[in-house]
């Protein structure tokens, strides 16, 4: 089944842009083949507002987010998950307005208590003023936000629901216009599968990524996800069937064609795919362990 992607998206750069009611975005101007167009801040509200992943830390976005919020109160400033290109803007955020940030908790914070090495690309500076669990609910001036727990993409990772708007904000949990990085070993499959269908279990009207357009037809689109990452651990299982044991070799087989500034993220996926295959006793591992190893077939 091929996933419905949205790749027509587009916005001008670092400009307040009116997507609904109560939603106005804010493009930054920070394109790359993970952030597609660049982060969608996202603003709720009005007079009295919620920011959704501020973004990056970068003078010119910083400049057009203090223009665009202008004569606004902020009163929460809430992350989706601790990557980059979506919180460090809300330390100078915090900064200027006083208001307090939200989210799971720091880098790592669902992985393990003790904190353990982390991917690239982890924003470790960003602590939140209030740790929210599943189910949380913000009360804001005319908005009302939800916590939802989605783990997978990170260990941290939140998607926030609008009940006004019956819609969910759902960071890069799930992008319209591609599919998400799950890299071990903050990320993690099987919670990456188990928090789409958590997202399948829901009755969300419109999803909105950090990244691109929105997603109108959040069930059909969640089901096409789940169905490709079944047929990538399908393809996964046949690569080691035919004898490919290291995962460079898997992804050369699998990723026909892959941007090469992907092939490390693929890679990280295709490990992602064989931690949760050791875990469920398909696959066996030898020699060294995680990216290095080499994989065979229990049966
Ligand atoms: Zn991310």
Do not use: D
């Given at each position: 089944m091929a996933i419905p992607f949205e790749t027509t998206f587009d916005a001008p750069y670092e400009e307040p842009v009116r997507v609904s009611p109560l939603i106005r975005r804010l493009l930054a101007r920070n394109p790359s083949p993970f952030t597609f167009k660049g982060t969608g801040v996202t603003i709720i509200g009005k007079g009295k507002v919620a920011v959704i992943d501020p973004g990056p830390d970068d003078p010119e976005h910083l400049a057009a987010l203090r223009a665009a919020l202008e004569g606004e109160t902020v009163t929460h400033i809430l992350i989706t998950h601790t990557h980059r290109d979506h919180s460090p803007a809300a330390k100078p955020l915090k900064a200027w307005t006083g208001a307090p940030t939200y989210g799971?908790?720091?880098?790592?914070s669902g992985r393990s208590e003790h904190g353990i090495a982390v991917e690239e690309g982890g924003d470790r500076d960003f602590v939140p003023d209030i740790a929210l669990r599943d189910g949380d609910v913000i009360a804001g001036s005319g908005f009302t936000i939800e916590a939802v727990h989605t783990p997978g993409h990170t260990s941290n990772h939140m998607c926030y629901a609008l009940k006004e708007e019956n819609a969910l904000f759902t960071g890069d949990h799930v992008m319209g216009w591609s599919t998400t990085v799950v890299a071990p070993p903050d990320g993690d499959m099987g919670d990456y599968l188990a928090s789409l269908k958590k997202l399948l279990a829901r009755d969300d009207a419109i999803l909105w990524p950090t990244h691109g357009g929105p997603v109108r037809d959040p069930k059909a689109f969640i089901s096409a996800y789940l169905a490709h990452r079944l047929e990538r651990e399908q393809q996964i299982v046949e690569s080691l069937r035919q004898g490919a044991t290291r995962i460079p070799e898997m992804v050369d087989r699998i990723y026909v064609g892959l941007d090469p500034r992907l092939k490390p993220a693929a890679g990280l996926s295709v490990l992602a795919h064989l931690l949760l295959l050791t875990k469920q006793n398909r696959v066996a591992s030898s020699g060294e362990s995680g990216f290095a190893a080499r994989y065979h077939l229990t049966t």
């Open positions: 799971f908790g720091p880098h790592g």
